[in-house]
């Protein structure tokens, strides 16, 4: 059974892991992505451009499908070795995140919206997944 994930990353990073191809969450910890498996939906959600920014970009950046295989590790020197997975990204366009909170499940009517996104990588609903999707002009595959 497929499964939706939101993931959350600041958006020059969700630029890193289109242009390769891989995602990477809660600061390349393994446990997020092995719950993760191929076929899975997964958008990512960035609160800031820059990591550990503070603009307030609160916006859908990435939305892509998990590809086959297992997360791996990956040599970024000085001794950082975190796993990512990997993703056949979706064409998509950003989309902020205020239109939808009225609408999505897991913030309607919630002041504290955001403290799930605290997580780095939580499930979502088939209906809040689609109207993501449909925020970001995104077609997903039947």
């Known amino acids: 059974?497929?499964?939706?994930?939101?993931?959350?990353?600041s958006a020059e990073h969700v630029t890193r892991g289109r242009d390769g191809g891989f995602m990477q969450v809660c600061h390349g910890k393994a446990a997020p992505l092995e719950r993760m498996r191929p076929g899975?939906?997964?958008?990512?959600?960035?609160?800031?451009?820059?990591?550990r920014g503070k603009d307030g970009l609160q916006a859908f950046t990435a939305l892509g499908i998990v590809a086959d295989?297992?997360?791996?590790?990956r040599d970024m020197g000085g001794g950082f070795?975190?796993?990512r997975r990997a993703v056949?990204?979706?064409?998509?366009?950003?989309?902020?995140?205020?239109p939808l909170l009225d609408r999505l499940e897991f913030s309607a009517g919630r002041r504290n919206w955001g403290y799930r996104l605290r997580f780095g990588l939580f499930e979502v609903s088939n209906s809040?997944?689609?109207?993501?999707?449909?925020?970001?002009?995104?077609s997903l595959p039947p």
Do not use: C, K, T
């Open 69 to 73: 295989g297992e997360p791996y590790r």
């Open 40 to 51: 899975d939906h997964v958008a990512y959600y960035s609160p800031a451009q820059l990591f």
């Open 1 to 9: 059974m497929r499964r939706n994930w939101i993931a959350v990353v």
């Open 128 to 138: 809040d997944f689609a109207a993501i999707a449909a925020a970001m002009e995104a």
């Open 88 to 98: 056949n990204w979706l064409p998509s366009r950003p989309a902020p995140i205020a």
């Open 81 to 83: 070795r975190p796993f």
